[in-house]
């Protein structure tokens, strides 16, 4: 599941290089490159949400069967670089595959045993594969092939995630329902559902426009380049430290404690940083970021043992990243780039009163992944 979560989210974690591809070998403008990425992340984001509603009660080998091969069908029809209005549509079908893989992928992660885990892995597994797109795939595979042998890839991948439905009995659904039971706490599903929308509305913010925090430090583009990479790297630890956390049998005060670190973080980040202010900010962020989102995604099935909520993980992350991109780059053009980085921070701070309020109003109907109950 962690790699079919890689697969089908391949064009996310790797955005930039793709676009690099489209704009250089088939001339793209930066309009048309931005509504290709956003009728994508439209598609990414509605996936999960048909796999909640609609297709809820489907079989889950069917609609593997019909997710890959959209996946596959959607990178095909782009590789072959049809008309504007039919590119658009098939970057609509990738991503609504993608968001239907990536949904149930993100469901059989959280809810089997040892959830924390397997989405601690599923966040190391997706940066360290979009490190190897970007810096190894991609330049070779467009250097030989361009940017059609680059959504050739993609395609590919789709179809190696077919085999995946053998792992599911006939007749399984998503949702459990008759045959698998269990019990679904909304307010509280609802709660840490807001909680990741808000704390990724700020990483919307944040990783969008962090290098020009950079810039404004006096640093060049190609050392801020490696402080994000070095900040990538050490989300991994962030990620890591998060079975120790739930263990610890406090992991309502572990969420709140990474995310008023992520608080602080983005309010040194709007102050116009010297180099190591900046330094400092930007890799204590990426690392609690890392550590609060997974915290927050271990949390949510504790409320929802059936997978509807759950499932719209991938959901809350794409609508955050889009809007928070779109309302720090209005707020970079209207005042500056520091009141853009102080609506992260507050952000940050609503994603953490979400969880207090989810700690002592919603009683969970499973046990928390720490093996404790909610107030």
């Not at 930066?30 to 598609?43: E, H, K, N, P």
């Not at 959209?70 to 590789?79: D, V």
């Not at 970079?332 to 309020?357: K, P, Q, R, Y």
Request: hydrophobic share 55%; charged share 5%.
């Amino acid at each position: 599941m962690v790699i079919v979560v890689c697969f089908a989210t391949a064009f996310i974690l790797a955005t930039p290089g793709f676009v690099l591809l489209m704009s250089s070998h088939w001339g793209y403008g930066g309009r048309q490159l931005g509504m290709f990425v956003t009728a994508d992340s439209i598609g990414s984001a509605a996936g999960p949400l048909l796999l909640s509603g609609v297709l809820s009660r489907m079989p889950v080998r069917r609609i593997i069967v019909t997710s890959a091969l959209g996946f596959a069908a959607g990178n095909l029809m782009t590789a072959m670089h049809p008309e504007f209005e039919w590119m658009l549509v098939s970057r609509a079908l990738a991503g609504t595959s993608s968001g239907l893989l990536a949904g149930l992928g993100v469901r059989y992660l959280a809810l089997a045993a040892s959830s924390e885990r397997n989405l601690a892995w599923m966040t190391i597994g997706q940066t360290l594969y979009s490190t190897l797109v970007l810096t190894v795939v991609l330049p070779v595979v467009g250097a030989n092939w361009h940017a059609a042998g680059a959504f050739v890839v993609l395609a590919v991948q789709g179809l190696l995630c077919l085999p995946l439905f053998k792992l599911f009995k006939p007749g399984e659904i998503p949702t459990g329902g008759p045959q698998g039971g269990g019990v679904v706490h909304r307010a509280g599903s609802l709660l840490c559902l807001m909680a990741i929308l808000s704390l990724n509305t700020a990483v919307g913010v944040v990783w969008t426009f962090i290098g020009y925090q950079g810039q404004a430090a006096g640093l060049s583009d190609v050392f801020v380049d490696r402080v994000l990479g070095a900040s990538n790297v050490l989300s991994i630890a962030g990620c890591a430290c998060v079975p120790f956390a739930v263990r610890s049998g406090h992991v309502f005060a572990w969420t709140v404690g990474a995310l008023g670190i992520c608080t602080a973080a983005a309010l040194a980040l709007s102050q116009t940083p010297g180099a190591g202010l900046f330094i400092l900010s930007s890799l204590i962020y990426v690392f609690a970021w890392a550590a609060a989102i997974t915290l927050l995604m271990a949390i949510l099935p504790s409320y929802d043992t059936v997978g509807r909520y759950v499932m719209l993980i991938p959901t809350a992350l794409c609508v955050g990243n889009g809007v928070g991109a779109a309302i720090g780059g209005n707020l970079m053009e209207v005042l500056s780039a520091g009141h853009a980085f102080v609506f992260a921070a507050g952000c940050c701070a609503i994603s953490a009163m979400f969880i207090l309020v989810l700690r002592n109003v919603a009683s969970s109907p499973a046990p928390l992944p720490d093996g404790s109950a909610a107030r």
